[in-house]
């Protein structure tokens, strides 16, 4: 993959995947390679495949060679069809792999506006 430089893995404590989860950009090399604790993943345009179901499935793929079972928790910005599926539909998976999916059920209010949210303790 082009995506990602030759070399060993890195370890981050927090990512923001790339181009709303395009599969353009991020793929199961991303995943072996950009380890982290918390992903976190933004789209909300079904039209354009955001978050795509690709990226998706290459963290189950990528996490599934790391030589260590540390916990990832996954967060998404926005609630989409494409999450609500996969998060169904490979449940078991995650749980195998030890990540975390976190509801999008959060709600903060600033200065008379609402908008989701979500606390991160490092």
Same mark, same amino acid.
């Given at each position: 993959?082009?995506? *990602?430089?030759?070399?060993?893995?890195?370890?981050?404590? $927090?990512?923001?995947?790339?181009?709303?989860?395009?599969?353009?950009? *991020?793929?199961? +090399?991303?995943?072996?390679?950009?380890?982290?604790?918390?992903?976190?993943?933004?789209?909300?345009?079904?039209?354009? =495949? +955001?978050?795509?179901?690709?990226?998706?499935?290459?963290?189950?793929?990528?996490?599934? /060679?790391?030589?260590?079972? @540390? /916990?990832?928790?996954?967060?998404?910005?926005?609630?989409? +069809?494409?999450?609500?599926?996969?998060?169904? =539909?490979?449940? =078991?998976? /995650? /749980?195998? $792999?030890?990540?975390?999916?976190?509801?999008?059920?959060?709600?903060?209010? @600033?200065?008379? +506006?609402?908008?989701?949210?979500?606390?991160? =303790?490092?």
């Amino acid at each position: 993959s082009t995506a *990602v430089p030759p070399g060993h893995p890195m370890y981050l404590d $927090l990512v923001y995947i790339p181009n709303h989860s395009n599969r353009k950009n *991020v793929d199961v +090399e991303f995943f072996k390679r950009v380890r982290s604790s918390y992903y976190v993943v933004s789209g909300n345009d079904s039209a354009a =495949e +955001e978050p795509s179901r690709a990226v998706l499935d290459s963290l189950l793929e990528g996490k599934a /060679q790391w030589d260590s079972n @540390m /916990q990832v928790t996954l967060i998404p910005t926005h609630d989409s +069809e494409v999450m609500r599926e996969w998060y169904q =539909e490979t449940h =078991e998976k /995650q /749980q195998d $792999l030890n990540i975390m999916v976190l509801a999008s059920s959060s709600t903060v209010v @600033m200065q008379d +506006e609402s908008f989701p949210a979500c606390k991160i =303790e490092l």
